[in-house]
Structures are given as structure tokens and as C-alpha cells.
């Protein structure tokens, strides 16, 4: 118990000083300086964050020191072969060991990372992690105590077939700190040639920063090997690490604190669904792009909820914000049954990496894929190529399990009369599903995707079989938030 004490005392006086020492340095001292190299320009990582990310580190390093006294409790009755003599088998071996730990360690990570965001794991353990969407220095030791565990459990495998000196062992901790520090910095440090060959194989900080707010992608440790190979790299990941190195001038926008929304007017759009418009005092809350989302803080009762919903009213067209909320939880049913106009919700400013922003010169084609209320962000979308991009094609494929379901269905048919250049199908299940046929629309097209996740994963399965560019494909990822279970969180 006194060694256990002692060594937790010292990982995590030493964890919180060095994650202490970065986000003074980069966040406070350098902040205004390095503001080009914000990878997310909406600053949301504020006190009450970072008192949740510690929280969760006291937490987690519980785990960890206890696999590290497993270890060397291991290593002294024979089991392990961790051994003190640095260079006992020779410089070249230790070389070599700490080639293989990097290469085992980084597989283990993405397979075992991969595997977390299965939907029967996520929500118990890694969604914890997930809670924090604008990473900073903190975050780099905010895991479930499980997850703290798992990550590190290929070390002993390792060591029962393999001779490690304590020397790699500290060299593997200290590289491995640092490299957790730097993907969640917030900060893109490495230079523009990281782009280039053989430094373009490592994840940078922006590589990991789009897993935090993107979920089904880059799940790679220390190279995207993996992501490469399998096809679970993001789309955006070269262009948001070019674009962060073209920036001047940039101005970070400080999304830390929950501004009032008054509920305007209340739509029921079908049995099941509402839409709820609201008019912003602060003229802030109209600078979103079409396909962002408001995060939501709502008291119900003596409970509070924080929940995330897409805008469906669409940017520089509407002088509202509205969100469609289809029934399903505690708080879709308050807006649907008790809301009423005059009352307030409080509300971060509109974020979201699923977007569009509109080309006046373009002529694309632009494949809309809906289902259900996935049809939100979409129809903000879609109002903005429409007005925006009068050169380019649109087609909206919209599946819903009835007809009754149909979110916006007049306002659709509408769209579709007074706008030659815009096509418009619905699928109805039970008669017609969407295939391959439906999403052939020429190599160049754009895809956009939104909806329930068998059929996000169906259609990105067709347009990969299709040969479509991975560009070209822009998919909402929702993820459901954490949710602790039986005592051990």
C-alpha cells in the first residue's frame, strides 16, 4: 500500500506539472501568439472542463499505477525481464527494443483504440475521454480508469518473451508523455514540410485533434500507418494541417461560456418531431456555417442536460436559429410537450466540422443522403446551395420509415418546383431502399451524409465499391455521451 501511495503520488505530481507547465506556456503566456496554430478557432476548453479532465486523471492514473507495481512485482518473482544493466545485450539491442516497443505500442493502440468506439463500449468508457472536444495539455490524462488499463496492457506480453532494460523503459515513458502531450495540445507546432515524406507518416496534433470532434477516424498513436492502411483516416486531416499553416491573422474565438437562447416560436414538423426557433441577443450566434451544431444546456426539473443538436436554419438566408429535435430522450420530449415561447435555454456559441460553405463560381453536383431527422443539417445545407452556388446540382435522397416521418416535406416539394437544378426523392422503408444506382452521379460528385448509422455505413460502403474519391465524402458522425456504470466511474 505504501509503494502504491508513493508511486501514484509521484506519476501524478509529475503528470499535472508538465501538463501545467504547456497549457501555461501555450494557452496563457503564448496564446495570442500562436493563434494561427489554434487548430479550432472556437476556444471551448474552459474551468469547468478542465476541472472534469482532472478529475478523470485522479482517476486514471490509479490504473496505471497499478499495472506498474503489477509489473515489477512480476519482474521479481521471474516472470517478466525487465533488467537494470543498461546495454547489458549491447547498444544495438536496445536500439532495436525500443524500435519493436514503439511499433507493438502503436498497434496495440489503434486496434484497442478502434475497438473502443464500438457502440456497446463507447458510451461505458471512451466517450469520457470524448467529453472533452476542444483538446488542451489537460486532456492528454483525462481517461476512464478501464481505458487507462487497456491502453497500456501490451507491455506485459511484451516483457514475458522480450528483455527490456528500465533504461528503454524510461526512454518509452518519456517519449510517450510527450507525444500524448503534443496530440492534445490544441496546437499545431510541427512545421509545414510535416506534410512532406517520410515526417508525413506521424500524427501531428491537428490528426488527433479531428478524432476528438469527428470520433470514427484517426485512431493512430504515434503513426497513421494504420489509418492509412484501413481506410479510417478523416478527410480533412491533410487539408486542416495545410490550412492551419496558410492562416494570418486569425482570431480565436472564446466559446467557454453558455450564452441565454429565447424560444421564439415552436413548430411540430410531424408526430414526432419539432422545431424550435430561437432569436440571439448577441449577434455572435449568426456566424455559423451551414451543417454546425448549438450545444444545449437545459434544466428540466431539479435535473440539467447538456445536448448537441444541428442546426436546420441555414446562415445569411434566415434571421433565426432553429434546431429540429426528433422525440427520443428527456429533453426532445420537453421541447416537443412542455416548451413554450418566452422560455430560455442557454447555449455555447454554433460549432461543427461537418459543413458547407458556398462557392458563388462553382458548378459541382452535390449528393444529399438522409435519413430520418438526419435531414437537419442537411436542409441548412441545402438552402445554401441553392441560393448560393446557382451553377451547381443538387440531389436529396430522404429515407424515412413512413411517409408521415418526412421532416420538412412542404418546404422540400417546394425547393424542388422552383429550382431546376435541384432533384428531390424520397425512399420509404418497406418500398424502396437507396443503392448504388441512386448514388451514381459522376466521379466529381460530393457526398453528404447524415442519418442513423446503418445507413451512413451502407452508403459509404456503396461509394467506396462506386470508386468515389474519399474527398469527395463528408459523413456527420454522432457519438452518444458518457455514461458511468455500476460504481466504477
Not at 430 to 459: E, M, Q
Request: net charge positive.
Amino acid at each position: 500500500m505504501l509503494a502504491f501511495i508513493k508511486q501514484y503520488l509521484i506519476t501524478l505530481i509529475s503528470a499535472l506539472t508538465i501538463m501545467s507547465a504547456a497549457y501555461l506556456i501555450f494557452w496563457i503566456i503564448f496564446g495570442k501568439k500562436l493563434s494561427n496554430r489554434k487548430i479550432q478557432l472556437s476556444k471551448r476548453a474552459g474551468w469547468s472542463q478542465i476541472k472534469g479532465e482532472l478529475g478523470a486523471t485522479f482517476l486514471s492514473f490509479i490504473g496505471g499505477t497499478l499495472f506498474s507495481i503489477l509489473l515489477l512485482s512480476l519482474n521479481e518473482i521471474g516472470f517478466t525481464q525487465f533488467y537494470l544493466e543498461t546495454g547489458k545485450f549491447g547498444f544495438g539491442y536496445e536500439v532495436i527494443t525500443i524500435i519493436v516497443m514503439l511499433v507493438v505500442s502503436d498497434t496495440w493502440f489503434y486496434w484497442s483504440h478502434r475497438s473502443m468506439h464500438h457502440p456497446s463500449i463507447y458510451k461505458y468508457v471512451h466517450a469520457l475521454h470524448h467529453k472533452s472536444l476542444d483538446v488542451n495539455p489537460y486532456t492528454s490524462s483525462s481517461f476512464h480508469i478501464i481505458e487507462s488499463l487497456w491502453l497500456t496492457l501490451w507491455l506485459l506480453p511484451l516483457a514475458l518473451v522480450m528483455p527490456i532494460s528500465m533504461t528503454v523503459l524510461g526512454i518509452m515513458q518519456v517519449i510517450g508523455t510527450f507525444n500524448n502531450l503534443k496530440s492534445h495540445l490544441g496546437y499545431e507546432l510541427f512545421p509545414k514540410f510535416f506534410s512532406l515524406p517520410p515526417f508525413n507518416i506521424l500524427v501531428n496534433a491537428t490528426n488527433h485533434s479531428l478524432h476528438h470532434t469527428q470520433y470514427n477516424g484517426n485512431y493512430g498513436l504515434f503513426f497513421r500507418f494504420w489509418d492509412i492502411i484501413c481506410g479510417t483516416e478523416l478527410n480533412s486531416t491533410d487539408s486542416t494541417f495545410t490550412e492551419i499553416h496558410q492562416r494570418e491573422n486569425a482570431t480565436i474565438i472564446d466559446n467557454t461560456k453558455y450564452r441565454t437562447l429565447i424560444i421564439d416560436k415552436l413548430v411540430k414538423e410531424t408526430p414526432e418531431t419539432v422545431s424550435v426557433y430561437f432569436k440571439p441577443e448577441e449577434k455572435a450566434f449568426y456566424n455559423y456555417k451551414a451543417g454546425q451544431y448549438l450545444t444545449l444546456k437545459i434544466k428540466i426539473g431539479s435535473k440539467t442536460y447538456h445536448r448537441c443538436f444541428s442546426l436546420s436554419s441555414s446562415p445569411n438566408i434566415d434571421d433565426f436559429l432553429r434546431i429540429t429535435v426528433k422525440l427520443k430522450g428527456d429533453v426532445s420530449h420537453f421541447f416537443y410537450n412542455s416548451a413554450k415561447i418566452g422560455d430560455t435555454v442557454e447555449s455555447l456559441l454554433p460549432v461543427g466540422d461537418f459543413v458547407f460553405i458556398p462557392n458563388q463560381s462553382a458548378e459541382n453536383h452535390y449528393v444529399l443522403v438522409a435519413g430520418g431527422s438526419g435531414i437537419t443539417p442537411l436542409f441548412s445545407m441545402l438552402n445554401q446551395m441553392l441560393q448560393f452556388e446557382p451553377k451547381s446540382k443538387v440531389t436529396l435522397l430522404y429515407t424515412n420509415k413512413r411517409e408521415e416521418n418526412i421532416i420538412f416535406k412542404k418546404e422540400l416539394n417546394q425547393l424542388s418546383d422552383q429550382n431546376p437544378q435541384f432533384e428531390y426523392i424520397n425512399f420509404i422503408s418497406g418500398n424502396k431502399r437507396i443503392g448504388k444506382n441512386d448514388l451514381i452521379k459522376g466521379n466529381n460528385a460530393h457526398y453528404f451524409i447524415c442519418g442513423p448509422d446503418s445507413l451512413k455505413n451502407g452508403i459509404a460502403k456503396d461509394l467506396k465499391n462506386l470508386n468515389i474519391s474519399k474527398s469527395n465524402i463528408h459523413i456527420e458522425h454522432y457519438a452518444d455521451g458518457y455514461k458511468p456504470w455500476f460504481g466504477l466511474w
